[in-house]
């Protein structure tokens, strides 16, 4: 939520101007996919969404990228997940059944390492990847190695561990990896 904080802040700063909100809003389309009955899925900008809808700016620009609504419901959730756009796992990066996926982004749940995640990407610690949901492999990866208690008692100091740990041989099949800087030779 810590991401959704951020984005609300900007888009706060400009919400009011409304030739900025719409220059703004232009450059972030929403991506979704059509499902059964016409309903819209997003895949991806989730935190923006949730950002919009919490600052009260009233539309947004939608990107239809695919069209599965001549799908039945359970052939379009295995296409969804074939081709990477679902991530039926809960905040706590256990599995779950499709039906308890959050049916908006306003029912989304705060995962605590999904914030690590994006704070330790804010300081560089990986670079964002556009393949789908790599920073929820790294929220896995962090959720792995440091406890959910610390993290929520020692933000500060847990990400301080997370940039760590993100440049550790351990995490280098993660997507956006960034090895350490190599020493400059004397």
Known sequence: M???????????RVAGKTKKIAAFLETRP???????GGALFIIDRHHLTLA??????????????????????????RTMIETGRAHPFNE??????????PQSV???AHDPFRDLAWSARELGAFTKDMGPFAEFQWAAF??????????LQNYDLAVDVALRLAR???????????????????
């Not at 991401?3 to 609300?8: F, G, I, P, S």
């Not at 706590?92 to 996926?101: K, T």
């Not at 962090?142 to 959910?148: G, P, T, V």
Request: proline share 7%; hydrophobic share 50%.
């Open 2 to 12: 810590r991401a959704v904080a951020a984005r609300r802040e900007k888009i706060e």
């Open 30 to 36: 929403i991506p979704a996919v059509a499902g059964p």
């Open 52 to 77: 919009l809808m919490q600052s009260r700016v009233s539309g947004a620009l939608v990107e239809v990228i695919d069209d599965l609504s001549s799908h039945s419901m359970p052939r379009f959730w």
């Open 92 to 101: 706590y990066g256990q599995p779950i059944a499709l039906h308890l996926m």
């Open 106 to 108: 306003a029912a989304l």
């Open 142 to 151: 962090f959720r792995a190695h440091i406890s959910e208690r610390f993290v």
């Open 168 to 186: 550790t041989a351990d995490a280098r099949h993660l997507p956006g990896y960034r090895a350490r800087p190599r020493a400059m030779a004397a």
